[in-house]
Structures are given as C-alpha cells and as structure tokens.
DNA sequence: ACCTGAACACCGTTCAAGT
DNA sequence: ACCTGAACACCGTTCAAGT
C-alpha cells in the first residue's frame, strides 16, 4: 500500500489526522494516546513531534479537520433556494445527524478537550467553524430580508439557532434526553419553536 | 481543625467530594488527580478506594454533588407565582449564570468526563439532574394549562427549552460564542423565541 | 478505617544516536 | 524526515504490612 521506502511514507502529518479522526471517532477521545496512534500509523513514537508540538497541537489539528467534515455535511446548496425554512431544516437535521452520527467527534470539537486560550483572541479561533457560523448568520439575514424573520440582531439570531441545535446535539448524544422513538417530533418542534418565535409579529 | 487524632479525620468521603468539587471548579477536571486530592484533604493515595471503587465512580459522585448544587442555584419559589414567563426567565437566568460562573465544574457535568453506560438503563442516570428536569416539565405543564403555551407534548417542549438554555451555556463557556457587552440582549431573545415560539396561536 | 511504602503498567515527552 | 532505544516525571491502581 505504502508508495516507498518502510521508513518515509508519503505524508505522516496528514496520516496522523486522519487515523487519529477515526481512533477517536471508534473509542473517543479519552482513548487516543500516541503510543497507540503511531502504532497504528506505523510510525514511531517519537516522529509526532516532527509535525506537532505536543498532544494538543495534534487534537486541534485533528478537531480543525473535524470541523471540514462537519461543513461538508451540512453545506447543501442553500444560495439557489429562496425558500429559508427548508434551508434551516435541512442544516438543522444535517447537523444534529452528524452529532448522532459522529458522537466522539462531536464531543471533540466542543468538548474543550483542549485547553484554548480565546481570552486574547477575542474570536472564534477556529477558522472552518467561524466559516460555518458566518453562513448561518447570512441565511438568517436573508429571512430577515425576505419578511420571515423580524429585524433583528442578526448574529443575535443565528446564535441563538445554534445554541438549539448544539444543545439539542449534546443532551442527545450524551444520553441526557432518552428519545428513540419521537426524535423527528423533537426535530420539528424544536424547528417550529424557533421559525415561529422569530417570526415578524403584525 | 481536626476533631480527634491525625490518623482517623471524620469524614473522609464527603471530604474528597467537596474538597475534588473545589479543585475541579479552579482547574477543570482535567487537571485533577487522586494524588492531589488526597494530598489536599490529607489521606493517603490509597484511602480513596476505601470509599470508591475508581477514579470514575469518585467523578460519578462528584457530578452528583454538583447538580445538587445546580439544583440549590435554580431552584426558585416557582410554585407560588402564576407568572410562567416570570419564572422561566429567573430559572433560565440562574441556569445559564450557573455555568458561567463554574464553568469547569458545567463541563464536567455534562462533558462526559465518565463513560456512563445509558444504553441499559434507558431513563436519566442521574437522580438530582431527573429531578430538575421533571421540575422544568411540571413548569411547562402549567404554562399549558394556563393557556400560555399550546398544547403539545410537555416533554418535549420541556427538553426543547433544556436545549436552549444548555447550548447557549456550553458555547458560551467554551468560548465559541464571544458575547460580552450583550449577554443580556441574547438571553432575553432566546427567552422571547421560545416563549412566543410556543405560544398559542389563534 | 485508615496509614506507609513499594510496586505495576501506562502515559506524554525528550534525547542521543543512527539512516 | 524519519528511525531505534532508553530515559524521565507523572498517572491510576494494587498490595503487603502496620495501627
């Protein structure tokens, strides 16, 4: 499989991402150590540091990498529809359906598994999660224009849309709310709750 | 300080409970190991498994401690009032300032710091955290009967509202959500999406 | 119901020396 | 740009022996 030598595969740093996504996404994050990673790789112990500075250097990588996945699964084409609630159901299910799919990811990327220093930063730090954020906030903007929304604070809005669908995301996955059966009639309600308590009241 | 000899301190148990809760609340569970904590509350290493089976059976009880702490912080006299919205808002209020204010001691909470098997017992593990929750049902139980929200399943207008208040918690400790001048304006909006989200249309 | 002290396997990390 | 191999400090956990 392995293009040369026994010594120098292709590309470790990209290998060390990507195994270490699918070690954490089997058996959480909690059971990811490097011994086990490199094992796994074929690399040795010590050729980590070559291309990370330390464990956390590694995880953010690895949540970076995370956070592309989790844009690819929600992006649908929602710059064609002109129709708002479709595109907020459909982002909402892809999102909640990647949580549920993908719990240790999930937990990963939110789970302060690393200690991130955004005190000095001021803003999100992540740039593929500030990407996703940004085009919630455009579509939100967009039902403001178009008269379902009320005008309001934009961001306001849209982070409040994701505080449900992360909330929702983390009760769920964490096993806080039992729900098997009627998963779709939280969905919807969830949904309806927010569409109707932005809507523009006249 | 101590009662009685240097050997046999009254209560060791609830001593590692509260003194671990004080270590974890300054830096994060992370950060805390039994060695550390038996050399804060002045036992030796292995006293501990006198009283826990695990490191994890010692965070289970922690945990527990805590949501009865969040419990004590929320717990508002809802029942007198008849205003619904009055007591949302306080309960949302406290809730969110909760974890603001023990934002290490939140993560572990809800971090799934503990592999806690749900899957068997299918119900909320944790007494003190179904209390809170059956609290919040009973409440949007009421605002039903009053005619405040529609009918629907309480339950899962219950959960919705959790999620709410959950996500905004969790994004707004973890830094992925940088409000600092207008955390009011948010909480009021997602107080005003929800309630008006829930309303009764006619 | 604790203590001391030693031991174990397992970590992340570093380093000297090779290719 | 890796490798091997050894070492370090730090974990959770166990155990034999005391009081």
Not at 7 to 23: Q, R, V
Request: proline share 0%; charged share 25%; aromatic share 6%.
């Amino acid at each position: 499989m392995k293009n040369d030598s026994t010594y120098h595969h292709g590309n470790l740093k990209d290998s060390l991402i990507e195994t270490a996504l699918i070690m954490v996404k089997k058996n959480g994050i909690k059971s990811l150590t490097l011994r086990d990673l490199t094992k796994e790789v074929g690399a040795s112990r010590s050729a980590i540091y070559r291309h990370f500075e330390s464990k956390d250097t590694l995880i953010k990588a690895v949540i970076k990498a995370a956070f592309e996945k989790l844009d690819n699964s929600i992006s649908v084409d929602i710059a064609e529809s002109d129709d708002e609630i479709n595109s907020f159901r459909k982002i909402g299910i892809n999102y909640i359906k990647f949580a549920i799919d993908n719990p240790n990811i999930y937990r990963m990327m939110f789970g302060h598994e690393v200690g991130i220093q955004r005190e000095e930063s001021c803003d999100i730090e992540n740039e593929e999660e500030a990407i996703g954020f940004h085009k919630l906030i455009a579509l939100v903007q967009k039902a403001q224009d178009n008269g379902l929304f009320k005008e309001d604070n934009a961001i306001l809005q849209a982070t409040i849309i994701w505080s449900m669908m992360h909330g929702l995301s983390n009760l769920l996955i964490d096993g806080h709310v039992i729900i098997k059966d009627n998963l779709d009639d939280l969905f919807d309600l969830s949904l309806s709750t927010i569409i109707n308590g932005m809507k523009k009241t006249n």
